[in-house]
Nanobody
Framework: QVQLVESGGGLVQAGGSLRLSCAAS????????VAWFRQVPGKEREFVAT????????SYADSVEGRFTISRDNAKNTVYLQMNSLSPEDSAVYYC???????????????????WGQGTQVTVSS
């Protein structure tokens, strides 16, 4: 079992930056692909970024490519999401997720993830 806890959300002005953290419990964390998703009320959960077990492969949604960076420190059981050049459209609850898949490197669908955090709110003011 893996438990995920997100932190780092908050209120920021447009053009600003935030860094989200996802701290995990469980010795198997380094064997799991991890992703960030986001969701606004009334909309489906949206893929943001994912990172492979080793951290050597990443994938991003087109909407955040070039502005967001996902990284991980397996020694600390933590995954990060550095978000730069934020816009009001980035406002959402951000969720960290981990996949038990042994075959997928960087899954991008929410149904491919088995463990989820409680989410952290990011609000970008214009």
């Amino acid at each position: 079992q893996v438990q995920l806890v997100e932190s780092g959300g908050g209120l920021v002005q447009a053009g600003g930056s935030l860094r989200l953290s996802c701290a995990a419990s469980g010795r198997t964390f380094s064997t799991l692909p991890v992703a960030w998703f986001r969701q606004v009320p009334g909309k489906e959960r949206e893929f943001v970024a994912t990172i492979s077990r080793s951290g050597g492969t990443t994938s991003y949604a087109d909407s955040v490519e070039g502005r967001f960076t996902i990284s991980r420190d397996n020694a600390k059981n933590t995954v990060y999401l550095q978000m730069n050049s934020l816009s009001p459209e980035d406002s959402a609850v951000y969720y960290c997720a981990a996949s038990r898949s042994w075959t997928l490197v960087t899954p991008t669908r929410s149904t491919q993830y088995d463990y989820w955090g409680q989410g952290t709110q990011v609000t970008v003011s214009s």
